[in-house]
C-alpha cells in the first residue's frame, strides 16, 4: 500500500526565514501530489498541486513545491515565513489508477515566532 | 465561493449510540468522501462515494459505518454504535472531476463518552 512520509513533525522558525518541508511517498506508479494547510481552528486547504507537467509547482501565498521522481518526493518550500504562516502542514498523495483517495502524511505542525 | 459545510461541528454521544455526521457537498461534485483525524493523528481516509455507491472504503470503515446520499444534497457517515475510539474530527471533502483537487469541509469533532 502506498504511504506518505513528513520527516519534520514540528518545526519553529522565525519571520522572514526560509521553509522546507520533506515529503517522501512510496509508490512505484503515477501519483498525484497535494499540499493542504491547516491553519488553526479551519479546515483543510490546498496550497498547491502536482499533476503533470512542470515538476516546480506553485501555490497559494508564496509556497511552492518541487515533484523529484526519482527521489519520491515533493517538499514544500517557502523563501520567507510569516507568522500568518502558523499552522499544520499535509502532503497527500493520490494514484493515478487503484486507491484515488487521499493518502496523507502524518503533518508537519511550523510554528512562526515573530 | 462555493463549500463544503458539515454539520453540526461538534458531537458528544454517549458510547453505543447511533450518531449521523452530515454535509453537504459543493453542488456540482460528484466523488465524495470521509477522513477522520485522531487527536494528535494523521488524517485517515474512510470511504469514497461516487455514481450513488461506495467506490473505495479502508479497512477501518467496518459494519459499524455507513454512508447516504439520501436526497441529491446531502452526504451523510452513520456510526451505528458509537465505541470510545471512535472519538475523532471527521471531515467530509468533495471534487468535481477525478484528477483534481478535494475540497474539505470544516469538520465535526465527534467525542464519545
Known amino acids: 500500500a502506498q504511504s506518505v512520509s513528513q520527516h519534520n513533525h514540528h518545526v519553529i522558525l522565525s519571520e522572514a526565514a526560509s521553509l522546507e518541508l520533506g515529503c517522501n511517498y512510496s509508490?512505484?506508479?503515477?501519483?498525484?501530489l497535494f499540499w493542504y494547510v491547516q491553519y488553526p481552528g479551519q479546515h483543510l486547504q490546498l496550497l498547491l498541486k502536482?499533476?503533470?507537467?512542470?515538476?516546480l509547482v506553485k501555490g497559494i501565498k508564496g509556497f511552492e513545491a518541487e515533484f523529484i521522481k526519482s527521489k519520491f518526493s515533493f517538499n514544500l518550500r517557502k523563501p520567507s515565513v510569516q507568522w500568518s504562516d502558523t499552522a499544520e502542514y499535509f502532503c497527500?498523495?493520490?494514484?493515478?489508477?487503484?486507491?484515488?483517495?487521499?493518502?496523507f502524511g502524518s503533518g508537519t505542525r511550523l510554528q512562526v515566532q515573530p | 465561493e462555493p463549500e463544503v459545510t458539515q454539520t453540526p461541528s461538534h458531537q458528544v454521544t454517549q458510547m453505543g449510540q447511533e450518531v449521523i455526521l452530515r454535509c453537504v457537498p459543493i453542488?456540482?461534485?460528484?466523488?465524495f468522501y470521509w477522513y477522520r483525524q485522531i487527536l494528535g493523528q494523521k488524517v485517515e481516509f474512510l470511504v469514497s462515494?461516487?455514481?450513488?455507491?461506495?467506490?473505495?472504503k479502508s479497512e477501518i470503515f467496518d459494519d459499524q459505518f455507513s454512508v447516504e446520499r439520501p436526497d441529491g444534497s446531502n452526504f451523510t457517515l452513520k456510526i451505528r454504535s458509537t465505541k470510545l475510539e471512535d472519538s475523532a474530527m471527521y471531515f467530509c471533502?468533495?471534487?468535481?472531476?477525478?484528477?483534481?483537487?478535494?475540497?474539505f469541509g470544516q469538520g465535526t469533532r465527534l467525542t464519545v463518552v
Open positions: 462515494f461516487y455514481n450513488n455507491e461506495i467506490s473505495e
Open positions: 471533502a468533495s471534487k468535481g472531476q477525478r484528477n483534481t483537487e478535494a475540497f
Open positions: 497527500a498523495v493520490t494514484l493515478d489508477t487503484g486507491r484515488r483517495a487521499l493518502t
Open positions: 509508490y512505484g506508479g503515477t501519483v498525484n
Open positions: 502536482y499533476f503533470s507537467g512542470d515538476p
Open positions: 453542488s456540482n461534485h460528484l466523488y
